[in-house]
Structure formats: structure tokens, C-alpha cells
């Protein structure tokens, strides 16, 4: 079945390092991979696609995930991290043969917390 | 920029109760959806529709409903609710062919 696993529950990094954010999936062939993020009382905002094409994929608020097919990851990193990108992040997958309907399957979700 | 419009933010019902989630987007999208979203779950897909009067079962169906009567409304109903179904409930539209949703602000449902 398809699936998205994130295997952390939360991330701690310091303000001004570098985060990761890990995220495999299960699809073979070349799935479509999402991030969102949701901050407190929010709902989810879009972040960045891969569709295809480059495997650096760069995204809002600095940003970016790497498609890596032999290893089936999308993780998100952001080269120095601010305590405003403290939130809950997740990866989600489409398949490509899925239709007009954009059907997203969602990871379990990343708490991400950056402290100053 | 595109609206999803949740109108209830916060509800808080008994069991057995009729609710009704509603949720509505002005740009003219045809595809939207209903999902839940619960600590260490995810979101998980309840409905989705794709055009009006439409409906196509998600994941987890089961003790919802929807109705789509106009192209900019979806609501989502729970017939009876239950205490398995206090959850935080997110609606997301999108245009045919896209693949990026836009997701509402969410309602959080308490049923005692």
C-alpha cells in the first residue's frame, strides 16, 4: 500500500544550524513528494513540490528537499535554522497515474523545534 | 490568493448529536476534500469530491457524510457523533490538474 513515513517524531536543533527533516516513501516509479508545514491553530501550507526534474527541489522561507530514488527520501533542510521555523512539518506523496483529483497521502508529521 | 473558509474553528458537541462541518473556497476549484488529522496519524483522508454532487470515499468513511450542492461548498456531517471523532478536521481545495492543495484553518471538534 502506499505510504509515507517520517521516522521522527520531533526535531531539536539550535537556532543557526543546520535542520533535516526526514521523510521516505514507498511508491516505485517516480511519485510526486510534497512538504507542508502548519504552525499553532493553523492549517497547512505548501512548501515545495517534486515533480520531476532536478533532485534539489527549493522551496518557501529558505527551504529545500532533495529526491534521492535509490534511497525513496525527500528530506527537507534549511541550511540555518530560526526559531520561527519551529512547527509541524509534513511530507506527502501523490501518485502520478492518481488522477485529476490531487489524492495526497500524508506522513505522520515532524515536530521541528528550534531553540534560540 | 486563494481562501478555504472554515466557518466553525471550534465546536464542542455530545454524542449523538448531528454535526455539520462547512467549508468554502472562492476560486472556483473543482476538486476538495475532508481530512482528520490526529497526534502521531497524520491527516488521514476522509472524502473528496471533484466536481459537484460528486463524492468519492477517502481512507476513513466510515460515521461521515458529505454534501457538495454548490461548487464553492463542501460540507462534511456526522450522522451521530462519537467520542472517537474529537479530532481537528482540515478542508483543502484544488484545481484540476494541480497538485498543490490549500488547506483551511481547520475546526476542532470535542465530542463529549
Known amino acids: 500500500a502506499q505510504s509515507v513515513a517520517q521516522p521522527e517524531d520531533q526535531v531539536n536543533v539550535a537556532e543557526g544550524n543546520p535542520l533535516t527533516v526526514k521523510c521516505t516513501y514507498s511508491?516505485?516509479?517516480?511519485?510526486?513528494l510534497f512538504w507542508y508545514v502548519q504552525y499553532p491553530n493553523r492549517g497547512l501550507q505548501f512548501l515545495l513540490k517534486y515533480i520531476t526534474g532536478d533532485n534539489l527541489v527549493k522551496g518557501s522561507y529558505g527551504f529545500e528537499a532533495e529526491f534521492n530514488k535509490s534511497q525513496t527520501s525527500f528530506h527537507l533542510k534549511k541550511p540555518s535554522a530560526l526559531v520561527s521555523d519551529s512547527a509541524l512539518y509534513f511530507c506527502a506523496e501523490k501518485l502520478p497515474w492518481g488522477g485529476a483529483t490531487n489524492k495526497l497521502i500524508f506522513g505522520t508529521g515532524t515536530l521541528l523545534a528550534v531553540q534560540p | 490568493d486563494v481562501k478555504v473558509t472554515q466557518s466553525s474553528r471550534y465546536l464542542v458537541k455530545r454524542t449523538g448529536e448531528k454535526v455539520f462541518l462547512e467549508c468554502v473556497q472562492d476560486?472556483?476549484?473543482?476538486?476538495m476534500f475532508w481530512y482528520r488529522q490526529d497526534p502521531g496519524l497524520g491527516l488521514r483522508l476522509i472524502y473528496f469530491s471533484y466536481d459537484v454532487k460528486m463524492k468519492e470515499k477517502g481512507d476513513i468513511p466510515e460515521g461521515y457524510s458529505v454534501s457538495r450542492e454548490k461548487k464553492e461548498r463542501f460540507s462534511l456531517i456526522l450522522e451521530s457523533a462519537s467520542t472517537n471523532q474529537t479530532s481537528m478536521y482540515l478542508c483543502a481545495s484544488s484545481p484540476t490538474g494541480a497538485n498543490v492543495l490549500t488547506f483551511g484553518a481547520g475546526s476542532r471538534l470535542t465530542v463529549l
Open positions: 476560486m472556483d476549484h473543482e476538486n
Open positions: 511508491v516505485s516509479g517516480n511519485p510526486y
